[in-house]
C-alpha cells in the first residue's frame, strides 16, 4: 500500500490497516529500519515505569525504574529520553 510523506515528514497510516490491526487515536506505534525498510508495529508498553529521581550521591536527576528493573543499554535509554519533551 503506498502512502505520501507530507512536507512536514509524516505519512498518515490508511483506516484499512488501522482497522485490521485495530489501532485507534492515541495508540503509539513502534518504528524501526530493518534491511533499509521501514517497520511498523503496535507499540509496546513498558514492563517497568521508569520515572526522574534526584541521585542519592550526586544530586543529580536520573532516570530509575526501581531496583528489579533491567540493566539498559545506551541504545534503550536514547528511546526513554526521545519520549521526554
Known sequence: MEMTVTEKDQVVIPASLNH???LKSGDKVEAEVKNGEIVLS???KPKFKTRLIKDPITGFPVLTSGPN???LT???VEEILADFP
Open 20 to 22: 485490521r490491526l485495530g
Open 42 to 44: 503496535r507499540g509496546r
Open 69 to 71: 528493573a533491567p540493566v
Open 74 to 76: 545506551n541504545e534503550m
